[in-house]
């Protein structure tokens, strides 16, 4: 017996083998062995069979285009390799960053030497590469330009340098200046300004109509716009000062308006927008009409939208529809034009969920194409010569997106996806064939290729080497579900908890959170590198939970903006009322809740630790908004309309007038170079801490945006948080 008792006792003292890791931040911040696989640079070509992808070659390193066939998965060729693009054969090849075609396929536009500027917006250099002759042609000569593209013959390419458009005969070699006026803090031709392009999401503003005769674009004239500045180190003995035109709520807009150039005739017209200029031109799009442009015009205070059709040839307008809210109208991509020129789609929430709608082009309702409880999330295509429709929506669940088809006259509807979670899909030109990126809480990117009818015909990427890594650690299970509050507001919510779970034990907890609108955290897909965090956070002890509170996304128009005018309060009431609900659960400390978020989950995890300080221990605030006063026109007046209008709406929900209030630890963090939500919000906010006399943490992370993201900085910051977590709560 004591032999054997010896031997057991040796036995358990060796390593086991199959137990599972703990996950590191150095692995998710550092080494990036938890990225998941895509298939990037994704083409449809025009045949309808074939589709490209950039890809980098294992053996030679070099980046190359690669051409597949649908049907069978098989690779058809390599359209280029990186090596055949070379100007002069002593300079070396340049590397393709993005790429496009022209519509016959004969040429590719390469973009290279890419450059960021704010959230969409890049320069680079683009070439030209003939697939007949093999030759490589630099589009110009000088700065680095923006958002070149084909003219529909793909004889010419239009481009933005310095805040003006040319045109570059490819023939020829002629260069045209389509506009001279651009200047750098005063005039836009062609592309956005800071506030279009964040709260828009769009940065190129220009476009060719149908037959390329013409090209339509936005002028942005920022000469009242005031200038906002920021301190540049980069480790310099003197910083240096970046300017542009920010307006902040309540302050002057660029004035905006749209012009149409005749190529033949190299003649300009401008558009009849009408006379008001304190308004927003969200969107411009031609109809299959190349005389025809449509133009998104919408007031200022974002309550009424209106879609007008402008003649190319003299600028004349007409109103084809209109739409009003007692709140606020968001702006999507989901008009699109029939090729037949007889009808649009439009989406709009009107009957209290976000539907799908078939006009003529007089304007006149066709049909209403979906219905019910639930909202359309976006229009993917539309199959003309089956008259189906192509759209992804919340009808199955409200934490999932799934893709379904339904024809124009409303008929038909079918969902397309197999599996219930989150679903993009992406069609071929003649919607064939769609290529399907599906995940869900348990499950990283899978990717697969579809016929229309939704069946499977092969698996693309299954980053199966990514579920088998997961598979070494200890990751613990997101739960999804719902509850309701003492108002009687049903709230859907996930949680995670430790790793080897207690009942018995009382744990302390975190609540994340964005809780801004036209956003959802509460989703049944893969959570990348935020959930690996927050299985770190469940090794060491603690539950972790989101909930996605009134104003978020995904539960109709009333649910979604309740929050009008009083942006933050509805907010804090419900992560209040999380906190309550969780505390009253046996394994949870109510002592030890803490809150972390960024952006607007900073300003709400800010509004907690102050106006909910009862509730909350600790708290951490990534980048926050302090006072929408300091945030820009479009996104602050679309919920709260202007201060001068809604001064109560501001002050009574801003946390620098509440820092008397705070309790617990609070940690507060910011980029310096903040293009978005500007360091003053924190400097407002210390300023504040510090006359109610309140301690609290504080990081600056010195030339970085609003991501604060580069090198070392994630892990840097990700370890700083963690830290205050274990420390404080």
Known sequence: MRKIGALLAFLLALPTFSQKKDITLEDIWKNGIFTPKHIEGLVSMADGKHYTSLETNIKTGEIEIVKYEYKTGKKKEVIVRSSELTVQKSVEPIQIDNYTFSDDETKLLIATQTEKLYRHSTRENYYVFDLKTK??????????????????????????????IFIKDLLSGKEIAVTTDGKQNNIINGATDWVYEEEFSFD?????????????????????????????????????????????????????????????QNKTVTADVGKETNQYIPRIQWTPDPNTLSVQRMNRLQNKLELLFISASNGESKTVLTEESNTYIEINDNLVFLSDNKGFTWTSDNNGFNHIYLYNMTGKLINQLTWGNWDVA?????????????????????????????????????????????????????????????????????????????????????????KKKLEEYQLSKKEIFAFTTSENIVLNAWLIK????????????????????????????????????????????????????????????????????????????????????????????????????????????????????DYFKAGIAVAPVTNWRFYDSIYTERYLSTPQENPTGYDENSPINFTDMLKGKYLLIHGSADDNVHLQNTIEMTRALVKSNKQFDQFIYPDKNHGIYGGNTRLHLYNKMTEFLITNL
């Open 204 to 264: 190129q503003t220009y476009s060719w109509n149908v037959n390329g005769t013409r090209l339509a674009y936005y002028r942005f004239n920022e000469s009242r716009v005031k200038e906002f500045e920021m301190n540049e180190y980069h480790s310099n003995l003197y910083p240096t000062v970046y300017r542009f035109k920010y307006p902040k709520a309540g302050e002057d807009n660029s004035i905006v308006s749209i012009h149409v150039y005749d190529v033949n």
């Open 135 to 164: 030759h490589l042609q630099k589009v110009t000569e000088g700065d680095k330009q923006m958002y070149a593209s084909f003219s529909p013959n793909g004889n010419k390419v239009a481009f933005v340098r310095n805040n003006n």
């Open 498 to 613: 430790p790793v080897n779970f207690d009942p018995t034990k009382k744990y302390p907890m975190l609540l994340t959170f964005y809780g801004g609108p036209h956003n959802n955290e509460v989703s049944n897909e893969w959570g990348g590198s935020s959930y690996l965090w927050h299985c770190l956070l469940a090794q060491k002890g603690y539950l972790v939970a989101c909930v996605d509170n009134r104003g978020t996304e995904g539960r109709g128009r009333d649910f979604k903006k309740c929050t009008y005018k009083q942006l933050g309060k509805l907010e804090t009431q419900d992560q209040i009322e999380a906190a309550k609900f969780f505390g009253s659960w046996v394994y949870v400390d109510k002592n030890r809740i803490g809150v972390q978020g960024w952006s607007f989950g900073a300003y709400l995890s800010s509004l907690c630790m102050t106006k909910g300080a």
């Open 378 to 466: 976006e229009i993917i295509g539309i199959n003309e010569k089956t008259g189906t429709v192509f759209y992804t929506s919340d009808e199955t669940a409200v934490p999932e997106k799934c893709l379904f088809a339904v024809q124009l006259d409303g008929t038909g509807k079918k969902k397309l996806s197999e599996r219930n979670g989150t679903n993009n899909a992406v069609f071929s030109s003649e919607y064939n064939y769609y290529i399907n990126t599906f995940s869900d809480v348990d499950t990283p990117p899978y990717i697969t290729l579809h016929n229309t009818d939704g069946k499977l015909i092969r698996v693309l990427e299954d980053n199966s080497a990514l």
